[in-house]
C-alpha cells in the first residue's frame, strides 16, 4: 500500500515570509500524482498544486510552489508571500495513475499551518 | 470551476436512527464517487469507493451494512448511515472526478457533520 508521511504536525510562519512544508512517500509506481490540498477552518478541501511523477518540472502556483524529488520520493511545499488567509491544515496526498480514471488518494496527516500578523 | 455539493452540510440524529447524506456534482457527470470520514483535527479516512450503477467498494474495517452507498445517477451519490450511534459522529466528505475526460482531478465537497445523540 502506498504511504504519504507528513512529519510536522504543525507549523508557525510570520506574514509575509516563507514557509516549506514536508511531505514524503512510499510507492512502487513509476507513474502516480502527487498533489498538496488545504483545509481551512471551513473544512473545504481546496486543491493547491498538483505533481505529474513523470515532470521533472516542479509545478508552480502563485505563490505556491513545490519541490518533487522522485528517486528521493519527497514532495514539499513551498509558501511565498505567507498571507492570513494561509492558515489551515495542508494534506499531501498521493494518486495511482490508471489510465483515464482514478485511482484513490492517499492522504498523508496533515500539517496544521498558523501565519501570523 | 467544478462543484461539488453535499446535503445536508450539519444534522443531528438520535441513536437508532438512520440518516442520509446527499452527494451531488452540479456541472459534471462523475463516474466515480468517493466518501470520507474525518475525525477532528485529523486526516481523510476513505470508507469506500462507488461508481455509477454498480456495488460500492468499501475499505477494509467499514460496515457495508452500516454505511449503505448508493450511486443511483451520474450525477448523484447518497450514503446512508443505518442505526446511527454516537460513535458515528463524524464530518463526512464525498469526492467525485469526471471519468474518462483527462482530468485526474477529484472534487470535493463541502463536508456535512453528523452528531448523533
Known amino acids: 500500500a502506498q504511504t504519504v508521511t507528513q512529519s510536522q504536525p504543525e507549523m508557525s510562519v510570520q506574514e509575509a515570509e516563507t514557509v516549506t512544508l514536508s511531505c514524503t512517500y512510499d510507492?512502487?509506481?513509476?507513474?502516480?500524482?502527487l498533489f498538496w490540498y488545504k483545509q481551512p477552518p471551513s473544512r473545504q478541501m481546496i486543491l493547491v498544486i498538483r505533481q505529474e511523477a513523470y515532470k521533472q518540472q516542479n509545478a508552480t502556483e502563485n505563490r505556491f510552489s513545490v519541490n518533487f524529488q522522485k528517486a528521493a520520493k519527497s514532495f514539499s511545499l513551498k509558501i511565498s508571500d505567507s498571507q492570513l488567509g494561509d492558515t489551515a491544515m495542508y494534506f499531501c496526498a498521493f494518486m495511482d495513475y490508471r489510465g483515464s480514471t482514478l485511482g484513490r488518494l492517499y492522504f498523508g496527516r496533515g500539517t496544521q499551518l498558523t501565519v501570523w500578523p | 470551476g467544478a462543484v461539488v455539493s453535499q446535503h445536508p452540510s450539519w444534522v443531528i440524529c438520535k441513536s437508532g436512527t438512520s440518516v442520509k447524506i446527499e452527494c451531488r456534482s452540479l456541472?459534471?457527470?462523475?463516474?466515480?464517487m468517493f466518501w470520507y470520514r474525518q475525525f477532528p483535527k485529523q486526516s481523510l479516512m476513505l470508507m469506500a469507493t462507488?461508481?455509477?450503477?454498480?456495488?460500492?467498494?468499501?475499505e477494509q474495517g467499514v460496515e457495508k451494512d452500516k454505511f449503505l452507498i448508493n450511486h443511483a445517477s451520474l450525477t448523484l451519490s447518497t450514503l446512508t448511515v443505518t442505526s446511527a450511534h454516537p460513535e458515528d459522529s463524524s464530518f463526512y466528505i464525498c469526492?467525485?472526478?469526471?471519468?474518462?475526460?483527462?482530468?485526474?482531478?477529484?472534487?470535493f465537497g463541502p463536508g456535512t457533520r453528523l452528531t448523533v445523540t
Open positions: 510507492t512502487s509506481e513509476n507513474n502516480y500524482y
Open positions: 462507488s461508481n455509477e450503477g454498480s456495488k460500492a467498494t468499501y
Open positions: 469526492s467525485a472526478e469526471a471519468g474518462a475526460s483527462g482530468s485526474y482531478e477529484q472534487y
Open positions: 456541472d459534471f457527470q462523475a463516474t466515480t
